[in-house]
Every structure is written in structure tokens, then in C-alpha cells.
């Protein structure tokens, strides 16, 4: 990967966005390597979870390249965007679980991805928004649909048509993040958090993540069977 860094430890694959100098901003070579990050990470047995986050002390990710957007024709900003929407789609529909670690700036395109995710987990210096009707544009990348699911129609609506950013600390109050650490403490509770999770049955892990994600509920008889396999 050219900017990415993939690393695995412990069943944990930590995936870093990394062009600090950029903010890790989304050009089209970040969005095309996560997505060949995540199909590596699906089919590979020896990740059971996956942890996402930003390199340098200042960034998650600070959006789409507003260099290439400014660039870019009407049917190709739609092509980019659709692009983008699928590879997002895979963090969601991944059937390991996936924790954004939020460094620092998450804003646009990174908090679209950090929702894509399916925990978040904000250092104190984090800050969030959805800066895009600021640039004359929308959200491209799925922030319409899962803003209003995780905050509430309401909320996702002041932060999207405002395009103003918010603390940490408003992150959690509003329900965008689960959990807020100091800085030095990220990636360790990340993974800790992860940890609890690889601890549980990971058939039914994986199951849990389909019912939540296809949004029904669950028969019992057959996560015990999941399991009944699995440890049997
Ligand atoms: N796309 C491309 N480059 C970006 C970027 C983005 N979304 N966000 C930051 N950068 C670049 C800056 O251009 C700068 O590059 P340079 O040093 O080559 O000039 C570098 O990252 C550092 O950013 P800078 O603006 O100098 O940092 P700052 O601390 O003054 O401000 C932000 C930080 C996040 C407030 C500011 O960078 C910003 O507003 N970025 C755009 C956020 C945005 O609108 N994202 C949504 C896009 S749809």
C-alpha cells in the first residue's frame, strides 16, 4: 500500500490511513487501497477484528481531497462518490468487528468512514463534522444515512446543514462516539475493547453483526447452534 500501513497483531488488523501531511485526507488512491484492504481483511481467518485510525497526532482523516474535488467534472465527483459508498459499505457489511480510532480532525469523508465502522472510539482532541455544504457539496459517502441513525434525525441535521464541527465531548453526549480517552490512550483501549470482543464466540460475533446490520432480529436456537458448532 502506498498510503496505508496494515499491520496484524493478536487476530487485531490495525489499517492507518497515512498521509499525516494531507490530514490523511480520501484521494482516489486511499479510497481504491481500503478497499483492497478490507476484501485482504475479509478473506484473511487470521484477523478476527479490525481497528482503523489516522496517522499523526492531528488527524483521523479530514475529509476528501478538496484538491481533487476541485478538479473533478459533475459525472466523475458521481463516479468517485460511488466508488467511495461501496468500498465504506464493506467496513460496514464486514462480519468482524471494526473500531474507528479517532485521533483528531474527522471531518467529511473521515467521519462518513469513522460510521461506517461499526464502534468509535474519539482521543480527546478529536473533532467531528460534516463540513461539505461549507464547499457547496453533500456528504457523498453515506454521512445522509448514518448521521441520522446514530444521532438522531434532529442533530444530524444541524451538523449537516451547518457544516460546523464539534468536540469530543459533544461527540459522546450526542452518541456519534461510544467512548472518549485521552490521547495517549487510543489505540491501547481500541484494542482492549476489541479484546472483550474476540474473547466471545466469534460465530456469533459475526452473526450478531449481520442481524444488526440487515436489522432483524435474531433467532436464539440459532446462535446457540452457531456456537454449539463452533465450541463443539
Ligand atoms: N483535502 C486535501 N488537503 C487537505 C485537507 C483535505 N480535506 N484537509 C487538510 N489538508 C491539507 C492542507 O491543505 C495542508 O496542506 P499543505 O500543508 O500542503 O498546505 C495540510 O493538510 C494541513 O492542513 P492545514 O489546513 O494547514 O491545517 P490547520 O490545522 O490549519 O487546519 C483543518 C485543519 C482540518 C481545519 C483544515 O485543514 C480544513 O478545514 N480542512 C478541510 C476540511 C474539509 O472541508 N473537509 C471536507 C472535505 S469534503
Redesign the pocket.
Known amino acids: 500500500y502506498t498510503t496505508l500501513q496494515l499491520t496484524t497483531q493478536d487476530a487485531i488488523a490495525t489499517v492507518t490511513v497515512n498521509r499525516p ?3 490523511n ?3 482516489g488512491m486511499v479510497i481504491d487501497e481500503l478497499g483492497q484492504a478490507i476484501a485482504a481483511l475479509e478473506r484473511d481467518p487470521a484477523v478476527r477484528g479490525v481497528i482503523l485510525t489516522g496517522a499523526g497526532p ?2 483521523f482523516v ?8 476541485a478538479s473533478q467534472s459533475p459525472l466523475e465527483g458521481k463516479a468517485r462518490s460511488l466508488a467511495g459508498q461501496a468500498v465504506f459499505r464493506r467496513f460496514e457489511a464486514l462480519r468482524k468487528p471494526v473500531i474507528a480510532a479517532v485521533n483528531g ?1 474527522c ?4 467521519c462518513e468512514l469513522a460510521m461506517a465502522c461499526h464502534l468509535r472510539i474519539a482521543s480527546d482532541t478529536a473533532r467531528f463534522g460534516q ?2 455544504v ?2 457547496g ?1 453533500g ?1 457523498g459517502y453515506g454521512g445522509t444515512v448514518r448521521l441520522p441513525r446514530l444521532v438522531g434525525r434532529g442533530r444530524a441535521l444541524e451538523l449537516l446543514l451547518t457544516g460546523e ?1 464539534i468536540d469530543a465531548a459533544e461527540a459522546w453526549r450526542i452518541g456519534l462516539v461510544n467512548r472518549v480517552v485521552p490521547a495517549d490512550r487510543l489505540l491501547p483501549e481500541a484494542t482492549a475493547l476489541l479484546g472483550k470482543m474476540l474473547a466471545t464466540g466469534p460465530l456469533a460475533v459475526a452473526a450478531v453483526l449481520e442481524a444488526v446490520d440487515a436489522g432483524f432480529e435474531m433467532p436464539q436456537a440459532e446462535a446457540l447452534l452457531l456456537e454449539a458448532n463452533h465450541f463443539g
Open positions: 501531511d494531507k490530514l485526507a480520501l484521494n492531528k488527524a479530514a475529509g476528501a481531497d478538496i484538491s481533487e474535488l480532525f471531518l467529511g469523508g473521515g463540513p461539505e461549507k464547499l457539496i456528504p464541527m
